[in-house]
């Protein structure tokens, strides 16, 4: 598919890669529909993007609250005149070991019920909710389309990170699962699993641990937002790609 016909819905869109994405989309002259909790972001991106050749229309969006998602999906093929595309990059996280000695009182503390069910809520049954009613809408309309599942390279396993792992890993096990299911749609499916990428977290840490961090990385650098685009871009692009979930990490999971 090329990029300036795309009509293409992007979750988690205020910010981060999100935004990156969804500017990349505008200047390539794609329609975009980007979704967020964060309404000040979304405006502040609409402001910042206003002179790029393709249309960007935003809404708010909570992702885990199922009938949300099926409004903005038909919102957004009204508003783009139709929709053949998906961004799944909405995600959260709530890091922290399952069972822990805490070091001052030495007593047990357990994974909060709270914490595990956020972090799934939101990056996984968020993001199925967001593949089932973009698809159906698809489907209906007889309009081929590409998804783009955004997993992790924690979905390999990472301390501390219980939740997210258990998401991020559903999620690029469920992207087989659907690429399979909707390829009689005319629909692939993707996913790409970034790395260790720029962030605000990452520029703000210490020189040492950041050395430490890039030190542990084949190619020698923390990615970028761009890195993982490019990864985007391809899944997009290629129509004769579907039902992988391609790492980009710089070879940090090389075996």
Known sequence: MELAEMKIIVTGG?????AYFVRQLLRAGARVAAGDVDLEGLEKLAAE????PGVLYTR????????????????AAASMDGLNGLINNAGIIRDGLLVKKDRDSGEIVKMSRADWQAVVDVNLTGATWMVRD??????SAGEAGVI???SSLSRHGNRGQ???VAAKAALAANT??????????????????PGVIETPMTRDMQQKARDALVAAVPVGRIGTPH?????????????YFTGRCIDIDGGLNMS
């Open 14 to 18: 205020a910010s981060g890669m999100g």
């Open 49 to 52: 993007t206003g002179s790029l």
């Open 227 to 239: 890195d993982v685009w490019l990864g985007v871009k391809f899944i997009i692009e290629n129509d």
């Open 60 to 75: 708010s969006l909570d992702v885990t609250r199922e009938q949300e998602t099926a409004a903005f999906v038909e919102w």
């Open 162 to 164: 219980s939740n997210y």
């Open 148 to 150: 783009v599942n955004m």
């Open 134 to 139: 973009g698809v159906a809408w698809m489907a």
């Open 176 to 193: 087989v699962t659907w690429a399979r299911e909707f390829a009689r749609f005319g629909i692939r499916v993707g996913a790409l699993a």
